[in-house]
Every structure is written in structure tokens, then in C-alpha cells.
């Protein structure tokens, strides 16, 4: 019997309003959070070095590619928050601001706001941001870690190995970039947290590639070269630049070990992966409708996320951005079109298909790599 939204999501609809602001983070003031691991650990006796050469290959670019996020940063870069993310404004969302989408609704609690308040706003969401793509890196080195120990054949293992080093080195500077740049950071969002958990939980080692390497990587790929792009703030540049390098490993990482794996899977097999897939998507659009921000603003969120989980998907360019290392990712893994089409259908009702033939991550990451002269400037 095929499932229904409720199985997967655990809600009637993908924007059953009420089923989304109901999910908020109530223990914000613990500082561990803990989920069961229910993987097996996996030995190999079998230490054959570079019998899958796509994942040696990346191993070995990895390895030349580490970088020292202490020493080859400028951290000496004075940083005013205003003037940092002032060009975040100009590239902020249509549907925010005096005369916006969002000041228009019915009611609507941001009408009266000037443009002071909508400065404000802009200015805490790149925090929220930050804080978020912070605590998902976090959840990439646990689920590296898990990687490692999970995943069958040596080179996997060797290559994600330098994964957890990245991941570290991600949740390092992303950490004292809001401490000591900005004002501090966010609580982790519990739609990214109920993502993360659910990644985490499953036993199967490819669900911890597709939901993490995948999805939660694709995205923050996708977000940090729109915000790469956005900044003018020399120290977050190259922060992002370099963080930008190790994610599109990491990504083609995942592409690499599950297409090998997808091909002899069964169609009910696949399913699982799909519905799963879905179900990341959805909870990563959710969490950026940053319920935690418009609380801190001292807004009514209801009204909020009600305008904006109705905007049409073709109008939120941010978020169909976003997307766009996913969708083309799932495509060569054969997601797209098992089991009927299943994926597919999905995803044009959210309205991401359209990046389906956008360059997968397979073999994209050496368009981010690091430069010779940006690691020969990293060890002079």
C-alpha cells in the first residue's frame, strides 16, 4: 500500500499549517541533545586500496585539500554587522519589505513596519542563517563519523575519514564567526533537528549517505555559494570559499558510493529511498520559514508562515536555488524515475523539477576545488 503524507511526514499535507508551527524547539537551554544510533558497525579485512577508483580519487584530493581553519583565515578582519550584511538586503526575498508580499497579507502583523524594522529582520535572518547552516554541520560530522563506521568497502572509509576532519573544521569557524563577528548564534530550528534525528536513527548506511551527503549537503552547497556570491565582507568570503571547496566533495562523495549501490536495488527498495529523499526536502523547506526569527521580531508566525508556505514555488528564487544540487543528484541516482516516477511527481508539486538537468556533483567538485596558489597562500 503506497503511503500517504501522514506516513511520511506525519502530517495530512505537506502545508498543513497548524501540523508546522506545532513542531518549535522546547529544550532550548540544554546543551546535549542526544539520539539513539541504531547502526551496526562494519569491519573489512579486505584493505584494497583504490578498487573503486572514483572514491580513491577523491580521497586523495581530499587529503591535498585540508586546510587549517585557525591559521588561514583573517581572522584580524574587523567586522561591523551592519556593514557586512548590507548587501544581504539589496538580495533579500521580494516578498519581504515596506510594500512586500508579506506586508500585504490580510492582517498582516508586519504592515505598519518600517523600513528600520525590516533592516532588523534582514539582518537577524543572515544570523539565523548562519547559526543553522552551523548546527547542520554539526550533524554532517556525527553522520560522517557514522559513515565511517558503517559503510562496507575501504576507500569509503578512508575517504570519509577526511570528511570528519571537514566537518569539524565547518562547525569550528562557523562557530566563532558568530561569536566574535557577529552577536551570537541561534538554537538549532527543530524542523533541521527532526531531520538530522531521523538521519541518524536508521540503521541502513546508505540512508545516512542520501540524507545527509545528499540532501542536507546539496543544500548548504547550493546556500553558501548564493551567499558566497551575495557578500562583500572579506573574512565570510573566504570563510564560505573554503567551505564551498570541502562541500562539493562531500557531496559527489554521496553521488559516487550510492550510484554504485542504487543499480542493484528493487523498486520497493528505491521507494524507501525516494519517500525518504521527499521527506528531507520537505523538512528543509520548512525550516527556512524561520519561525524562530519572527518570534524574536516579536511577530504573530502564524499569519507569516501561512503567506509563505502559499507562495507559488516558481516565486521564492532563494528556495528553488536551494534545489538545485539536489533534484539533479537524485536524478543520476536513479530516484527521479523509480517506482513509476514517484520522486518526480513530488517534486513538481513543490516546484524544483526543473533543475533535473542541471550538472550533478558527481564529478562538479573539481570546479570548487581550492586552487594551487589559494593552497600554496594557506601554508606560506
Not at 18 to 44: C, G, K, R, W
Not at 66 to 79: A, F, K, R, S, Y
Not at 170 to 187: I, N, R
Not at 270 to 298: H, N, P, S, T
Request: some cysteine.
Amino acid at each position: 500500500m503506497a503511503k500517504t503524507d501522514r506516513d511520511i511526514l506525519g502530517r495530512d499535507s505537506v502545508d498543513d499549517l497548524e501540523a508546522i508551527l506545532a513542531i518549535t524547539n522546547s529544550d532550548v537551554d540544554e546543551a546535549v541533545h542526544t539520539v539513539q544510533d541504531n547502526a551496526a558497525a562494519i569491519f573489512t579485512w579486505d584493505y584494497e586500496k583504490g578498487a573503486r577508483p572514483a572514491l580513491n580519487k577523491l580521497y586523495e584530493k581530499a587529503k591535498h585539500s585540508q586546510w587549517n581553519g585557525e591559521t588561514d583565515l583573517p581572522w584580524d578582519t574587523i567586522v561591523d554587522p551592519d556593514a557586512a550584511l548590507e548587501p544581504f538586503l539589496a538580495a533579500a526575498d521580494p516578498r519581504f519589505g515596506v510594500g512586500g508580499d508579506l506586508a500585504m497579507l490580510p492582517g498582516s502583523p508586519v504592515k505598519s513596519w518600517t523600513e528600520k524594522e525590516w533592516r532588523e529582520m534582514a539582518m537577524e535572518s543572515v544570523n539565523w542563517r548562519l547559526s543553522q547552516f552551523m548546527h547542520g554541520e554539526q550533524g554532517a560530522l556525527i553522520c560522517t563519523a557514522k559513515i565511517v563506521e558503517t559503510v562496507p568497502w575501504i576507500d569509503a572509509k578512508y575517504y570519509a575519514s577526511t570528511q570528519v576532519m571537514d566537518e569539524a573544521r565547518h562547525v569550528e569557524v562557523f562557530a566563532k564567526y558568530l561569536d566574535q563577528k557577529l552577536t551570537g548564534w541561534y538554537p538549532i530550528n527543530r524542523h533541521l533537528e527532526l531531520l538530522l534525528d531521523d538521519i541518524i536513527e536508521d540503521s541502513r548506511w546508505d540512508m545516512t549517505y542520501l540524507g545527509m551527503q545528499i540532501m542536507v549537503e546539496g543544500l548548504a552547497l547550493a546556500a553558501f555559494g548564493v551567499m558566497h556570491q551575495v557578500t562583500e565582507e572579506p573574512l565570510l568570503k573566504k570563510l564560505l570559499r573554503y567551505v564551498m571547496s570541502d562541500e562539493a566533495r562531500h557531496v559527489a562523495f554521496g553521488v559516487l558510493s550510492l550510484k554504485e549501490l542504487y543499480a542493484e536495488l528493487s523498486d520497493a527498495e528505491l521507494r524507501e529511498r525516494q519517500e525518504f529523499a521527499f521527506e528531507a526536502a520537505v523538512r528543509m523547506r520548512d525550516r527556512f520559514l524561520m519561525q524562530e526569527v519572527w518570534e524574536r521580531q516579536g511577530v504573530d508566525v502564524r499569519p507569516i508562515v501561512k503567506g509563505l508556505i502559499e507562495t507559488k514555488p516558481k516565486d521564492d528564487p532563494f528556495q528553488q536555488l536551494l534545489f538545485s544540487k539536489i533534484v539533479p543528484n537524485c536524478k543520476k541516482l536513479g530516484l527521479l524515475d523509480a517506482s513509476g516516477g514517484w520522486l518526480r511527481q513530488r517534486f513538481e508539486e513543490i516546484g524544483v523539477i526543473q533543475f533535473e538537468d542541471w550538472q550533478d556533483t558527481g564529478d562538479e567538485y573539481d570546479a570548487f576545488a581550492l586552487t594551487n596558489e589559494e593552497l600554496q597562500g594557506e601554508s606560506a
